[in-house]
């Protein structure tokens, strides 16, 4: 004779149903819409406060290799100076680089920075990312941000 044998709780369980994973869902739907919108904040001031970091540490290698050879790279060279010799014979016998540890760094967007060896008031050269928009002008995050030309 055959006899059934006792189901345990843990048998009988099958998993959860269609209605608690949307319940899930639902919640953790939520939680994001309240939170993603702080997160993607913070990571657009971030790139902001990066790119103010990059042209420091560009500005610090323009005024090195100024030092160096006597003057800034022309609008021609642009930054590639500070990690490739000038192509001026009397600037490349001075030329003590490269000036940076890696190539020109883009910026957080993935554009170049904006270089000109023209006075931008406060620096004697002009040297800018064009923000989030990529174009010129904007506000916030969209603003430019660097040393920018004299309008």
Known sequence: ???PVPQTAAARQRGFTLLEM??????IGLIMGLVGPRLFGQADKAKVQTAETQIKM???ALQTMRL????????EEGLRAL?????DERAAKAWSGPYLD????????GRPYQYAPASS???PYT????????QPGGEEFDADVGHLPAR
């Open 121 to 123: 008031g406060a620096k």
């Open 68 to 75: 160096d050879i006597g003057r800034l790279p022309t609008a």
């Open 58 to 60: 560009l500005g610090g």
């Open 22 to 27: 949307i319940v899930v869902l639902v919640i």
């Open 127 to 134: 040297l800018y990312s064009l923000g989030a928009d990529g």
């Open 1 to 3: 004779m055959h006899r």
């Open 102 to 109: 890696d190539n020109v760094p883009a910026d957080p967007w």
């Open 83 to 87: 990690v490739e010799r000038p192509g």
